[in-house]
T-cell receptor, first 113, second 113 residues
Framework: AQSVAQPEDQVNVAEGNPLTVKCTYSVSGNPYLFWYVQYPNRGLQFLLKYITGDNLVKGSYGFEAEFNKSQTSFHLKKPSALVSDSALYFCAVRDISGGKLIFGQGTELSVKP | NAGVTQTPKFQVLKTGQSMTLQCAQDMNHEYMSWYRQDPGMGLRLIHYSVGAGITDQGEVPNGYNVSRSTTEDFPLRLLSAAPSQTSVYFC????????????FGQGTRLTVV
């Protein structure tokens, strides 16, 4: 069965510092991996995805993520955090058969000035 | 471009009442799904569909029914509401095949008293 783990409920970062939000996954075969962001009282917005190819994926708002097959990880990164990046971040996985999309429990990112 | 539209945005039900949460998308997406979001639990998949006439259970299907008579619509029915179903519900759609990102509605905040 597919599963996603986000080991940190909350990540605190100072503005201007690099940030990392961690995600590990379990799926049969090769995965499709996604990151979404949710601002208060809003729906989820797509940030980036890994399908195949280059292990470093670039997405919206300066975010990027690194796929590591041996560690079954897909960590979200940004070189320089902004206060406006403060939000809830979700990692998700779908197996390549195209079935259900499973989410992690979310990580609250707080960026302080 | 409407995307994914959920109605209503807010609802209060009494225990035992029934209701239907509506979800419609105008992107001709084959895959549609329903999630519930609870604090600390992330998004949990309730039911999903890979096309008209095809539905399947997700992680937390008990107490919910779905049907998919058209590509555009994927209603979620609560037959006898319980306080444990108090949650925020999100509908999402994507192309089937796995690689496409999911698009989310703005959510329905449901309270069962």
């Amino acid at each position: 069965a597919q599963s996603v783990a986000q080991p940190e409920d909350q990540v605190n970062v100072a503005e201007g510092n690099p940030l990392t939000v961690k995600c590990t996954y379990s799926v049969s075969g090769n995965p499709y991996l996604f990151w979404y962001v949710q601002y208060p009282n809003r729906g989820l917005q797509f940030l980036l995805k890994y399908i195949t190819g280059d292990n470093l994926v670039k997405g919206s708002y300066g975010f990027e993520a690194e796929f590591n097959k041996s560690q079954t990880s897909f960590h979200l990164k940004k070189p320089s955090a902004l206060v406006s990046d403060s939000a809830l971040y979700f990692c998700a996985v779908r197996d390549i058969s195209g079935g259900k999309l499973i989410f992690g429990q979310g990580t609250e990112l707080s960026v302080k000035p | 471009n409407a995307g994914v539209t959920q109605t209503p945005k807010f609802q209060v039900l009494k225990t035992g009442q029934s209701m239907t949460l509506q979800c419609a998308q105008d992107m001709n997406h084959e895959y549609m799904s329903w999630y519930r979001q609870d604090p600390g639990m992330g998004l949990r998949l309730i039911h999903y569909s890979v096309g008209a006439g095809i539905t399947d259970q997700g992680e937390v299907p008990n107490g919910y029914n779905v049907s998919r008579s058209t590509t555009e619509d994927f209603p979620l029915r609560l037959l006898s509401a319980a306080p444990s179903q108090t949650s925020v519900y999100f509908c999402a759609s994507s192309l089937v095949g796995g690689a496409g990102e999911a698009f989310f509605g703005q959510g329905t905040r449901l309270t069962v008293v």
